[in-house]
């Protein structure tokens, strides 16, 4: 009976655990999508080529500190603070 309350305690703490992680990545995500979409935000949208991962662009892009999401599928929305970043990012995003 203990051993079965522990199990089921260890089983409830690590969901929790897990659910809280998730949100806190969702909130994240949803936070730099409202950033990207914001009126005057400097981005650049970027068309996935076909046969190529938009999560892989995406790494790319995490590497070399620029914030994106994937706007459509398809499609990275990247912002772009500088006046050259959409030049870097492009040459990014056609060797990544």
Known sequence: ?????????????????????????????????????????????????????PAELMAVLTHAGYRAIEEHPGRLLVACPQVDDPVKVRMLLAGG
């Open 1 to 53: 009976m203990f051993l079965a309350l522990m199990i089921a305690g260890g089983i409830l703490i690590a969901t929790v655990f897990v659910v809280a992680i998730l949100r806190s990545w969702g909130k994240d995500v949803e936070q730099t999508e409202a950033e990207l979409h914001e009126p005057g935000a400097r981005t650049v949208a970027f068309e996935v080529p076909p046969g190529r991962d």
